[in-house]
């Protein structure tokens, strides 16, 4: 593992969405949220993570998003750009070229379908780490991917990959992040996957957090991390409270279904828009999705 700075790669660095205006993606709005973002405190920017649907878009649009990302951000706040594909030549392909676009960090996930042996893990990750020298974040989201990774991969990948520093945890299992963290140190970087586990994940000594409902409440989700990260529980188990049934919504369906319903609802995307599979939520979801948005206080 290398060593980072200390406040490098801490905080909340929400999942950015993709903006469309019918089939092509939307730049404008997105480089406007990205301002949002900044404006509201965020710590820094997730670009091409699961709340982009990144599986649904080409290796080209993924790569202009990361250069529009990139070049709004301008050095005010770190952009980790995720990178991975199922497959390994696409994997390589995006990762060089948000490092030369001028990454931060990258987030690569798991391979999904494959359902690759833990070994392969090790050797997959340790080959990317070994052609960047950008710190690598590896994205555990066992739900989607069709692979869990265990302690003994995670130790197996530091010791072999030279750049890795962490991991973006999507998963329940609190027990994983407390062995990562035993085994590996204080330094690694854990970031909460699941919206409702960031203030449980926090308290344990996670690094921040890659949380989708801060597309919605930027500043509330960087209030959670900068409570803990003060050592003031009590505001930050209001704050995970106050944001609970915001974080909850986000599963009414396949994120990121409700989350951009909740955005157009805002004023925050000019259009629901999806591409298929993925569609706009039904009348029954949009409904419940209203009342949550009613009480949380955002409509």
């Known amino acids: 593992m290398i060593t980072l700075p200390p406040d490098f790669l801490r905080g909340s660095y929400p999942p950015l969405v993709t903006p469309f205006a019918g089939d092509a993606l939307d730049l404008d709005v997105y480089a406007a949220l990205i301002e949002r973002q900044i404006r509201e405190g965020s710590h820094g920017l997730l670009v091409n993570g699961t709340t982009a649907e990144p599986s649904l878009l080409t290796v080209g649009e993924r790569m202009r998003l990361c250069e529009v990302a990139i070049a709004t951000a301008a050095h005010r706040v770190p952009v980790v750009v995720a990178t991975g594909s199922q497959s390994h030549a696409e994997t390589l392909a995006l990762s060089e070229h948000a490092a030369a676009t001028g990454a931060d960090a990258l987030l690569v996930v798991t391979p999904y379908y494959v359902r690759p042996p833990q070994r392969g893990l090790v050797a997959y990750f340790a080959d990317l780490a070994r052609r960047t020298s950008l710190p690598l974040l590896v994205y555990h989201i066992p739900g989607r991917a069709g692979v869990s990774l265990t302690i003994e991969t995670l130790q197996g990948i530091a010791a072999e990959a030279p750049s890795f520093v962490g991991i973006k945890h999507a998963s329940e299992d609190l027990t994983l992040v407390t062995q990562a963290l035993r085994a590996l140190g204080p330094e690694l ?111």
């Open 189 to 299: 970087r854990v970031f909460a996957g699941l919206e409702e586990l960031s203030f449980p994940m926090l308290a344990i000594g996670a690094a921040g957090m890659m949380n989708a409902v801060a597309n919605l409440a930027p500043r509330k989700v960087a209030a959670l991390y900068e409570a803990c990260a003060r050592g003031d529980l009590a505001a930050a188990r209001r704050l995970h409270f106050d944001l609970f049934e915001l974080n909850r919504a986000i599963f009414f369906d396949t994120n990121p279904i409700p989350l951009k319903y909740m955005m157009k609802r805002l004023g925050l995307l000019a259009e629901n828009a999806h591409r298929l599979p993925m569609v706009p939520a039904s009348p029954e979801i949009a409904a419940r999705l209203d009342e949550v948005l009613a009480r949380s206080g955002l409509l």
